[in-house]
């Protein structure tokens, strides 16, 4: 059983379109993270949340933290063929010390 | 600064045998975490080293093991391989807490 729940988990869409990725757990987390991952490399971080209800803008890509702590969220506006890759989100659980926990991942394909 | 380095790249092994995989932490990072990431469960936690010592575990049989030496690189031992432990073994650095820094990995083929 994962501890966190990633939606959809496959994407496909044409360029332009606006996107959601959801992460979801019914555990509380003290932060989290998410990543992107390409073919034949390691994930690369693109934000930290820390505090329940938190929103953080990164150009067109918006996270935001719930205000349980237990859920986040991804949008992406105008998606672009760059977006393409593997989306994982990562918590830490405030009684596991600093190990990651991981979502299965949203692949996301953009066609341009 | 160079990134996370992992050696090596690609690797074939037999059921049966045992591997060795090795990861270069970034310049100044003390910690190296390694994850195994499979199509089926995802990216899972296999342990964690800093300053040489298991700072956390996860829940992976004992065949895996790793080690970390005084210059901060780090090793992952897989013994007895089962042709379920095919994966992409990622290795990630920090300084003590904070944000990770994840290497290429190593993909490892058990035949």
């Known amino acids: 059983t994962q501890l966190l729940e990633q939606s959809p988990q496959f994407l496909s869409i044409q360029e332009g379109e606006n996107l959601t990725v959801y992460c979801n757990s019914s555990?509380?987390?003290?932060?989290l993270q998410w990543y992107r991952q390409e073919p034949g490399e390691g994930p690369v971080l693109l934000v930290t949340?820390?505090?329940?209800?938190e929103v953080k803008k990164l150009k067109r890509l918006t996270f935001q933290f719930g205000d349980a702590r237990k859920d986040s969220s991804l949008h992406i506006t105008a998606a672009q063929p760059g977006d393409t890759g593997l989306y994982l989100c990562?918590?830490?659980?405030?009684?596991?010390?600093?190990?990651?926990?991981f979502g299965e991942g949203t692949q996301l394909t953009v066609n341009p | 600064k160079a990134g996370v380095t992992q050696t090596p790249r690609y690797l074939i092994k037999t059921r049966g045998q045992q591997v060795t995989l090795s990861c270069s932490p970034i310049s100044g990072h003390r910690s190296v975490s390694w994850y195994q990431q499979t199509p089926g469960q995802g990216l899972q936690f296999l342990f964690e080293?800093?300053?040489?010592?298991?700072?956390n575990k996860g829940n992976f049989p004992g065949r895996f093991s790793g080690r970390q030496f005084s210059n901060s690189r780090s090793e992952m031992n897989v013994s007895t391989l089962e042709l379920g432990d095919s994966a992409l073994y990622l290795c990630?650095?920090?300084?003590?807490?904070?944000?990770?820094?994840f290497g290429p990995g190593t993909r490892l083929t058990v035949t």
């Open positions: 555990s509380v987390f003290s932060s």
């Open positions: 990630a650095s920090r300084p003590g807490y904070g944000e990770q820094y």
């Open positions: 080293y800093f300053s040489e010592t298991q700072r």
């Open positions: 990562a918590g830490v659980k405030e009684t596991s010390g600093s190990r990651l926990t």
């Open positions: 949340v820390v505090t329940g209800g």
